[in-house]
């Protein structure tokens, strides 16, 4: 057991001041010492402050310049004079800290006690020190299977992980505006969710960056795929095998898409997109009723003379003008090159039985990455028939082990607000996975950059937020809503830098952490990814099966 | 020891009165002064030239005579019936090993003979600067402090480091008292 010896650390930490007043809700206030400047000073900044009884965690939420007498900023003698500036300055004028105390730390590490949320402050007169690495380690975790190394705090080495486990149990977003690396980070995370094992994943690629080679726009240079770093680990799915072979880009099965899979609520998701009335949208539930039901309407209706359409609304009483428009915008179905009469091969079912090996799934768009039509149709339905399949296992395997449950699963999907801003989010199947599928074993990762867009009661559902720099006022708010703090985090959240930096909060964290997201794109990295440290036992054995062979071959 | 100055003929705990054996051979205004046993410290903070008897008020004399000096020289008996006192605010004690901020248990007794200090028991005193909230609470003007603290500077090893110091103490005493404080501090640059 290691007893945490409070002198011993004071000595290796920086004392940064002393807790003069604050309260719970709105934080706590720190007098500087004059020892230090407010200049080295920076807003997201770790301080552990030992109070009489406990040590608390915080996080600095601003940097105050503050005088003992209001008149001193009347007095121009401070400025003129150097001998009285040497005096006022080290004598009346201080700087001031607001903490958030966000943690209550364990006071013997070892025991039973854990890291808990804050519930109470540090009592007067408190010594507030600079969060030392060891600190910033015993809350996010030690690097393991389940706490994935995500990045470090700013002017630290340290390295924070987020719990993966908590991750995958909710749905996760990442936002941020566009070219602040929202891409980035969700590569790195779906690595943690490949290299840890926990869970499978689905990604729609819809601007080909996750599989194969992406770009490093900034630094001018490519980056290695998901496939390429995880080779046997990875399936790559294309709706556009052309795009992949003019990319170059390897991909393991071709999907189409069959009319005969298409149902009216795929129709209704793209009222939008298509430009489609109510009453259109809702004439497809009419003539897949009248066309031979769920299988064959689409082929039927799409093969239909404009003409024999407005017989067949007359004699059911669809407007005329709803069912020429639906009949005109659908036949764009027949310029979508994966989009077949009949599909060659069950493609749900293939990507199901990987997923379920504990594969996971990339699926490129190619081209169709640029027509929004195609994507949400193909991420609607395909996700639709994968979530029917996910809620049936889990069903079957009520009563059972836990081992029959369905593996967990993440979808990934970008553009998130097209799927679940208000209007369809109670439609689409993303909307259901936000809000209920939680129980299923199946978790949202949404992309996007305009997080205000999406519909309020999907975002209150969303566990571990990742936020880039955002700087609209409404996606600030939608990204903060019902966070603890998010006054002092909105501030953090409107300074990031523009570049690899994140602000992490929600289930996976015990508390938002500001981060410089870890290295993605140099040799070192991809083996890093590939190899973690704490992969590797002392005797050199990397898993468990080879653990096991060695031991084999020993006796 | 250093130079006799003069003997107490009035005190109190917080201050005494000395008349100096030389009429105008007073110390400056906020020179550290002791007297009696245990030793009592005290800073000038007035300084009066007057009549020994109050009911003889004087007269000016000198309407014939070319220089003020010459006045003195045609009246010798000035030097008798004029005298020289000065206040003294006590700042501290000592026992004889340590020095103590703050009033002696007993006021020093009258014609006990009073000595300026010398550099050992200033820099003594200037270990600490609670005989600032002393001088402060006891009414002393600015002028006293500033000319108090600008005589220990000379006295001691590093009179700027000192003054510095001094400053920072009294911008703790005087909070919310800017314009005073202020007023020290450019007279101490």
């Known amino acids: 057991?290691?007893?945490?010896?409070?002198?011993?650390?004071?000595n290796e930490q920086s004392l940064l001041g002393h807790v003069v007043s604050g309260s719970l809700r709105d934080g706590i206030e720190i007098r500087m010492g004059n020892q230090i400047s407010v200049e080295d000073i920076k807003e997201g900044t770790y301080v552990t402050i030992h109070g009489q009884k406990k040590s608390f965690f915080g996080l600095i939420t601003n940097v105050k310049l503050m005088t003992t007498d209001p008149n001193l900023q009347f007095s121009y003698s401070a400025t003129d004079n150097p001998f009285i500036s040497e005096i006022i300055s080290s004598s009346m004028t201080y700087g001031s800290l607001s903490v958030l105390p966000m943690l209550t730390l364990p006071a013997v590490l070892g025991t039973e006690e854990t890291v808990e949320p804050a519930k109470t402050v540090p009592s007067h007169f408190s010594q507030v020190f600079q969060a030392s690495e060891r600190d910033v380690e015993v809350v996010f975790g030690k690097e393991d299977k389940t706490h994935f190394f995500i990045g470090n705090p700013l002017d630290?080495?340290?390295?924070?992980?987020?719990?993966l486990d908590e991750l995958i149990k909710r749905s996760s977003a990442v936002f941020?505006?566009?070219?602040?690396?929202?891409?980035?980070?969700?590569?790195?995370?779906?690595?943690?969710?490949?290299?840890?094992?926990?869970?499978?994943?689905?990604v729609f690629d819809m601007h080909n960056e996750y599989g194969s080679t992406g770009q490093d726009r900034d630094r001018g240079r490519r980056v290695s795929g998901l496939k390429q770093i995880f080779e046997n680990k990875v399936a790559v799915f294309t709706l556009d095998p052309e795009n992949s072979k003019r990319r170059q880009a390897k991909y393991d099965f071709e999907v189409q898409i069959g009319y005969d899979e298409i149902e009216p609520e795929d129709i209704q998701l793209l009222q939008a997109t298509l430009n489609l009335s109510n009453v259109a949208a809702e004439a497809a539930y009419t003539f897949e009723a009248k066309l031979g039901g769920p299988k064959k309407w689409l082929h039927a209706f799409l093969e239909m003379e404009i003409e024999d359409v407005y017989t067949l609304a007359q004699c059911n009483g669809v407007n005329l003008q709803a069912a020429r428009s639906l009949h005109n915008r659908l036949t764009r179905f027949k310029r979508i090159g994966f989009m077949k009469p009949t599909a060659i091969d069950d493609s749900v079912k293939r990507m199901l039985d990987l997923l379920n090996k504990g594969k996971h799934v990339?699926?490129?768009?190619?081209?169709?990455?640029?027509?929004?039509?195609?994507?949400?149709?193909?991420?609607?339905?395909?996700?639709?028939?994968?979530?029917?399949?996910?809620?049936?296992?889990?069903?079957?395997?009520?009563?059972?082990?836990?081992?029959?449950?369905?593996?967990?699963?993440?979808?990934?999907?970008?553009?998130?607000?097209?799927?679940?801003?208000?209007?369809?989010?109670?439609?689409?199947?993303?909307?259901?996975?936000?809000?209920?599928?939680?129980?299923?074993n199946v978790t949202l990762m949404i992309i996007d950059q305009r997080p205000s867009a999406i519909d309020s009661e999907v975002m209150s559902q969303?566990?571990?937020?990742?936020?880039?720099?955002?700087?609209?006022?409404?996606?600030?708010?939608?990204?903060?809503?019902?966070?603890?703090?998010?006054?002092?985090?909105?501030?953090?959240?409107?300074?990031?830098?523009?570049?690899?930096?994140?602000?992490?909060?929600?289930?996976?964290?015990?508390?938002?952490?500001?981060?410089?997201?870890?290295?993605?794109?140099?040799?070192?990295?991809?083996?890093?990814?590939?190899?973690?440290?704490?992969?590797?036992?002392?005797?050199?054995?990397?898993?468990?099966?080879?653990?096991?062979?060695?031991?084999?071959?020993?006796? | 020891m250093s130079e006799r100055i003069g003997e107490i003929i009035e005190a109190n705990t917080n201050s005494f009165i000395v008349q100096c054996y030389k009429l105008y051979e007073s110390p400056p205004l906020?020179?550290?002064i002791q007297s009696g046993t245990p030793t009592i410290f005290g800073v000038i903070s007035e300084i009066t030239t007057e009549p020994l008897d109050p009911s003889r008020p004087i007269i000016a004399i000198g309407h014939d005579e070319p220089t003020e000096d010459e006045i003195y020289r045609s009246n010798p008996q000035l030097n008798n019936l004029l005298c020289t006192r000065l206040t003294s605010l006590t700042i501290g004690y000592s026992d004889g090993d340590n020095v103590y901020h703050g009033f002696p248990p007993h006021p020093p007794?009258?014609?006990?003979?009073?000595?300026?200090?010398?550099?050992?028991?200033?820099?003594?005193?200037?270990?600490?600067?609670?005989?600032?909230?002393?001088?402060?609470?006891?009414?002393?003007?600015?002028?006293?402090?500033?000319?108090?603290?600008?005589?220990?500077?000379?006295?001691?090893?590093?009179?700027?480091?000192?003054?510095?110091?001094?400053?920072?103490?009294?911008?703790?005493?005087?909070?919310?008292?800017?314009?005073?404080?202020?007023?020290?501090?450019?007279?101490?640059?």
């Open chain 1, 462 to 555: 969303i566990g571990t937020k990742l936020a880039c720099q955002l700087d609209n006022d409404r996606d600030i708010d939608a990204t903060l809503g019902g966070t603890s703090g998010s006054r002092e985090l909105r501030s953090v959240l409107s300074k990031l830098d523009s570049k690899q930096q994140a602000l992490i909060f929600g289930h996976a964290v015990p508390l938002p952490v500001l981060v410089r997201t870890r290295e993605y794109g140099s040799d070192g990295s991809y083996t890093d990814l590939t190899r973690p440290s704490w992969h590797t036992t002392d005797f050199g054995i990397e898993t468990e099966e080879e653990l096991e062979e060695r031991l084999k071959e020993l006796f």
């Open chain 2, 109 to 189: 007794r009258i014609h006990s003979f009073v000595y300026l200090s010398g550099n050992h028991n200033i820099e003594s005193l200037a270990k600490s600067f609670d005989f600032l909230h002393l001088l402060l609470t006891s009414g002393a003007g600015d002028e006293v402090i500033s000319a108090c603290l600008r005589q220990i500077s000379q006295r001691v090893q590093d009179g700027y480091t000192f003054l510095v110091e001094s400053g920072q103490a009294l911008a703790t005493e005087l909070v919310g008292q800017f314009p005073r404080l202020n007023a020290i501090l450019r007279r101490l640059s």
């Open chain 1, 156 to 163: 630290m080495e340290t390295k924070v992980c987020i719990n």
């Open chain 2, 30 to 32: 906020g020179s550290i």
């Open chain 1, 176 to 202: 941020g505006k566009s070219g602040t690396g929202k891409t980035f980070l969700t590569r790195i995370l779906l690595a943690g969710l490949i290299q840890s094992d926990l869970a499978s994943s689905l």
């Open chain 1, 362 to 440: 990339i699926l490129e768009f190619g081209r169709y990455g640029d027509d929004l039509t195609a994507y949400m149709l193909a991420a609607n339905l395909l996700t639709r028939r994968i979530h029917n399949r996910y809620v049936y296992m889990k069903t079957e395997a009520e009563g059972t082990t836990k081992a029959n449950e369905p593996r967990p699963l993440v979808i990934c999907i970008e553009e998130a607000h097209r799927f679940l801003n208000p209007a369809v989010a109670h439609q689409t199947i993303f909307g259901n996975i936000a809000r209920e599928l939680r129980k299923y």
């Open chain 1, 1 to 10: 057991m290691i007893v945490e010896d409070n002198m011993a650390q004071s």
